[in-house]
């Protein structure tokens, strides 16, 4: 088992940052990789960032490439998401994800377990 917490979201103006923490405890040898995926209010969860726990490659949905920054730092076992330029459209939970198995991390069916999620609210 792997638990999961985030951290670090709240208001923030438009064009403003915040920087997203996820920390892992319990097993987490097992993890492969590790994602961000988001839901706004009436809308399906999405995927927007994933990194692998030991090689480190990221890759990004193209509405927070170039924005948003995705990180790891194994000795805390805990993975970041920094947030730039933010949009009102950003607006929604953040949820924090880890797959043990091998796979390109880009859908949330490929992850076993989730945090709690925490709130992003961008003001326009």
């Known amino acids: 088992q792997v638990n999961l917490v985030e951290s670090g979201g709240g208001l923030v103006q438009a064009g403003g940052s915040l920087r997203l923490s996820c920390a892992a405890s319990g097993r987490t040898f097992s993890i492969y990789r590790m994602g961000w995926f988001r839901q706004a209010p009436g809308k399906e969860r999405e995927f927007a960032a994933t990194i692998s726990w030991t090689s480190g490659n990221t890759y990004y949905a193209e509405s927070v490439k170039g924005r948003f920054t995705i990180s790891r730092d194994s000795a805390k076992n805990t993975v970041y998401l920094q947030m730039n330029s933010l949009k009102p459209d950003d607006t929604a939970a953040y949820y924090c994800?880890?797959?043990?198995?091998?796979?390109?991390?880009?859908?949330?069916?490929?992850?076993?377990?989730w945090g709690q999620g925490t709130q992003v609210t961008v003001s326009s």
């Open positions: 994800a880890a797959a043990k198995d091998y796979g390109l991390g880009l859908h949330d069916m490929e992850y076993d377990y």
